[in-house]
């Protein structure tokens, strides 16, 4: 469940917020795909639940993540690194981004769009791990 999140961007950005008072909830087993333009947030919303934001310059500035009965956003780093790597695994959140599995699904058809690139490393990712939260981001 996310409630309120809001994210800001540094000082010298185009604009204050990259995601401004976001609020979801995601049942187990549901899937949810956040669809939007260019710079509107979803790679930003993607890396706040897995606490890899480029801190200092972009931090959380409202909101709660609960995930397993924890607010993300209040665990250490130590923790943090806990649930990202947790056993068994439908306890653990993970980021699929193009790397390895993405250009590995890419050979096989050198006709991909990145999306379709991108759901292959996911589908590559969720078999072998299973995650609790699989957030797929560039």
């Known amino acids: 469940v996310i409630t309120g999140l809001t994210v800001a961007l540094p000082a010298w950005s185009d604009r204050p ?6 609020s979801l909830e995601i049942a187990a087993n549901e899937i949810l795909c956040v669809v939007g333009e260019s710079g509107s947030g979803k790679s930003v919303m993607a890396k706040t639940i897995l606490r890899l934001l480029p801190a200092p310059h972009v931090r959380v500035t409202g909101g709660c993540i609960d995930f397993q009965d924890r ?14 790597g947790a056993r068994p695994p439908w306890r653990s959140i993970a980021i699929v981004r193009s790397s390895l ?8 058809n050198k006709r991909s769009s990145p999306s379709t690139v991108r759901f292959c490393a996911a589908r590559v990712s969720i078999a072998q ?3 609790g939260i699989c957030a797929m981001s560039e």
């Open 129 to 131: 791990r299973s995650p």
């Open 71 to 84: 607010d993300l956003l209040a665990l250490d780093e130590d923790a943090m690194r806990a649930v990202r």
């Open 17 to 22: 917020l990259a995601v401004e008072n976001v």
């Open 101 to 108: 599995h993405a250009q590995a699904c890419a050979a096989a």
